[in-house]
């Protein structure tokens, strides 16, 4: 099955800069999926992308997935303390129904 | 409230005692699934159910057990517990996936420590 993998683990952020959090797969993928889990809570479903070179926007949020459908990426414009938190990917292969997350990405704000 | 529940939501074991994690969702949804969190290492797939009676497994199955006897009901079962099944498990539930899996729903978690 794929292994997917996410850079960086941790991303401590300035309040109001910018940052990027990238998610690699061994293999091609069907789709991406995004999570976000607040400290203490449960993962939460954010998006989905599941054509080649696909981009969605939800307000500061700009997920990419790439032309090839391995790779990802989630960019956060204007952070703010309510990011806080980790965020996943998690990908499955064509007609594979095992869905693979990568290890995260922390997110820290200094306000 | 549609929503996936999960019990115990935390539990103190000791090792080769069996124990039950109950799931439950009130979705309707065919795909039903576990995973396991340890830190740096994300979400790890350790079962799924695409449906009643139907179960395969996923990237961590070993020393695990699960059932799909009704279509809203995904126990865990745990025969013999050791200390590396220490971790935070989650169960989750989507749509039944026809080209890919749909996004989960997520329980809130259930934290188990086996001494």
């Given amino acids: 099955g794929q292994q997917v993998m996410q850079i960086p683990q941790y991303q401590h952020v300035q309040e109001g800069e910018d940052f990027t959090t990238y998610c690699n797969s061994s293999t091609t993928l069907s789709n991406i999926q995004w999570y976000k889990q607040r400290p203490g809570g449960h993962p939460v479903f954010l998006i989905q992308l599941v054509k080649s070179g696909e981009v969605k926007k939800q307000k500061r949020l700009t997920f990419q997935f790439g032309e090839a459908k391995k790779n990802s990426s989630l960019h956060i414009t204007a952070t703010q303390t309510t990011d806080v938190g980790t965020y996943f990917c998690a990908g499955s292969g064509s007609n594979d129904y095992k869905l693979s997350f990568g290890a995260g990405t922390t997110v820290t704000v200094r306000a | ?115």
């Fill in chain 2, 1 to 115: 409230e549609a929503q996936v529940t999960q019990n115990p939501r935390y539990l103190i074991t000791v090792t080769g005692k069996k124990l039950t994690v109950t799931c439950s969702q009130n979705m309707n949804h065919e795909y039903m699934s576990w995973y396991r969190q340890d830190p740096g290492l994300g979400l790890r797939q350790i079962y799924y159910s695409m449906n009643v009676e139907v179960t395969d497994k996923g990237d961590v199955p070993e020393g695990y057990k699960v059932s799909r006897k009704e279509k809203r009901n995904f126990p865990l079962i745990l025969e013999s517990p050791s200390p590396n099944q220490t971790s935070l498990y989650f169960c989750a539930s989507s749509l039944v996936p026809v080209e890919w899996v749909y996004e989960q729903y997520f329980g809130p978690g259930t934290r188990l420590t086996v001494t």
